[in-house]
């Protein structure tokens, strides 16, 4: 029995059981309508590029263009730092709330009535407030992440079991140790949640900001890609955005893994 | 079951009784909660006396404040009057702050294991805390327990989300006597099992009771696995909880399954089926929620 599954499994085999061939026949329709919809220039989709015009795009102007890929580099740049920050700031502040009453009390009001606001609202008054663009495109983002990690841990600590706290105290742990060693890491699948709410906002905060208030990312050059009536650039832009939003969320999943090795699949 | 036969049952005699400790006494114990508002009298004027190394059953309907009790015991809640004794020290009073302690050790109900810490890690957990034990002698303890305790020093690796239900209990009853606790506290440790697991951990549950001769307070509402494991099963009243009935067992020991169906273990649960019965209907038709 093993001999002939070790036979049958090669890695042809094994790749093909693994192809999700529906998915990949809905990719080709999808594609296939697209072509087909500008070629008979179906209303509507008379200025839309097909996706062999955005590839020609991407192949002979873009694929070796250093602002090109500086637009990556810049859009990653922003989403790293205000996720990161938010991330730092955002994770002690939702164990304050969850564990003192008192920090509780004075700031979760305060944070209810700014959590609501979107972060694009904040833009005009960011950049009043930063000196530069960049700080405040930044600014932007980290408001995008902030809220739903504080929010996140919050909750986190809220439904320790009660068990686990009890336990360790039977078990001759100090409140130091109990807050290392059991709220810590009870709360980490939480920040996980956190986290990956987050890097998909902070995406979606970074793209807009830099369509209003910035020269340079992603999000600038779809947008130049629209008002340079390039089409095809705004495609090229939109497909980036997505995989670069992919990327992320990859990387991110990965963290999340490394944090919980306990959580097997 | 080869396990089963391996072990040796000394029966229990008054000198060996007197050498280990965990003799518990709870006198006059009562529990309100909220005294100020609603008052919701969970324990009334409850009295027990505990001998050291006895397996100790409570059994009663839903709400009727076993659970309570127990929090009482392991020093996670406060009393409202009474006072509880181990070994003669004071545990809990009216004027004590509750202290939980690694010489009571609880296994809840819903189980409690650190999810993020290996099965290994969490029973050398309270050794290392109270830092009785080095590394490598906790190390070495746990495995050792849990190869006598049905071979699961296979699964000491694995994180508790990896076993089954069964076994993720049994291991959290070696953490428990890992901490060599006075007494054992059990919490319907096996309430969400079928009948065959059940019967599993019974087994399980007798094995390590003959090993360490631990007191043990078993709280359940099931009256046939009460009276099966136990020397005594206490039946407390719904709301306000106070004890209705004290019963010894007298099956001897070591307990088998086929003892269930023997003419003195009928005789036994139809003496006390009546007012656990009268109980359960009185809890049954106020609506009672368990740990309302």
Not at chain 1, 33 to 40: A, I
Not at chain 1, 226 to 232: D, E, F, G, H, Q
Not at chain 2, 38 to 47: K, M
Not at chain 2, 118 to 140: D, F, H, S, W
Request: glycine share 6%; charged share 20%.
């Amino acid at each position: 029995m093993v001999n002939a599954n070790m036979r049958s499994s090669s890695a042809f085999v094994r790749w093909r059981k693994g192809l999700n061939w529906r998915g990949a026949v809905a990719v080709a329709s999808f594609i296939l309508l697209w072509q087909l919809l500008v070629r008979f220039k179906v209303p509507g989709f008379e200025t839309i590029p097909t996706l062999s015009d955005v590839f020609s795009t991407f192949w002979t102007k873009y694929m070796l263009s250093a602002k090109y890929w500086k637009a990556w580099a810049v859009s990653f740049e922003r989403v790293g730092y205000g996720f990161v920050i938010s991330q730092v700031l955002g994770i002690p502040i939702g164990l304050l709330l969850g564990t003192r009453q008192m920090f509780h009390d004075v700031m979760f009001s305060v944070i209810e009535i700014l959590r609501p606001i979107p972060p694009l609202a904040w833009v005009p008054i960011s950049i009043l407030f930063w000196p530069t663009n960049e700080m405040s495109i930044v600014f932007i983002t980290f408001i995008g992440a902030f809220f739903i990690i504080v929010i996140n841990v919050h909750d986190g600590v809220r439904s320790i079991k009660k068990e686990h706290l009890w336990l360790a105290r039977s078990l001759g742990a100090s409140p130091w140790r109990i807050f290392q060693r059991i709220i810590i890491p009870s709360v980490i699948p939480s920040i996980a949640v956190g986290m990956t709410l987050g890097i998909a906002v902070t995406w979606n905060v970074v793209i807009a900001a830099e369509m209003i208030a910035s020269d340079t990312g992603l999000g600038r050059l779809t947008w130049e890609g629209y008002v340079s009536n390039t089409p095809a650039v705004v495609i090229l832009g939109m497909i980036s955005i997505g995989l670069a939003g992919y990327l992320s969320t990859k990387l991110v999943d990965y963290a999340e893994k490394k944090m919980m090795p306990w959580r097997k699949a | 079951m080869a396990l089963f036969d391996k072990i040796e049952v000394t029966p229990r005699d008054a000198a060996t009784s007197a050498a280990i400790d965990g003799a518990l006494s709870i006198r006059r114990v009562s529990k309100v909660y909220d005294p100020d508002g609603a008052g919701v009298v969970a324990v009334q004027d409850c009295s027990v006396e505990i001998a050291p190394g006895e397996f100790v059953a409570i059994v009663g309907p839903s709400g009727c404040g076993k659970s309570t009790l127990l929090n009482v015991l392991a020093g996670f809640d406060t009393l409202t009057a009474g006072e509880i004794l181990l070994d003669g020290n004071p545990l809990a009073s009216v004027s004590r702050p509750p202290q939980p302690g690694p010489d009571r050790v609880v296994v809840f109900q819903h189980g409690a294991l650190f999810p993020w810490k290996t099965v290994l890690e969490n029973i050398m957990y309270g050794p290392l805390r109270q830092k009785t034990m080095t590394n490598a002698a906790a190390e070495e303890k746990a495995l050792d327990l849990l190869r006598r305790c049905g071979g699961l020093d296979t699964v000491a690796s694995s994180y508790p989300a990896q076993l089954s239900s069964g076994m993720q209990r049994r291991v959290e009853i070696i953490r428990a006597l890992m901490n060599e606790p006075k007494v054992l506290l059990l919490d319907e440790p096996f309430r969400a099992m079928d009948s065959v697991s059940k019967a599993t951990m019974h087994r399980h549950l007798l094995e390590m009771y003959s090993l360490c001769r631990k007191t043990i307070v078993f709280i359940t509402h099931d009256l046939e696995e009460a009276i099966y494991l136990a020397d005594t099963v206490i039946v407390m009243t719904t709301r306000p909880g106070t004890v209705k009935k004290v019963l010894k067992i007298s099956l001897p020991r070591p307990r088998l399954p086929q003892m269930m169906s023997s003419h003195e273990y009928l005789e036994i649960k139809r003496q006390v089926a009546e007012g656990v019965h009268e109980e359960a209907k009185k809890a049954f038709e106020r609506g009672e929620r368990e740990h309302a």
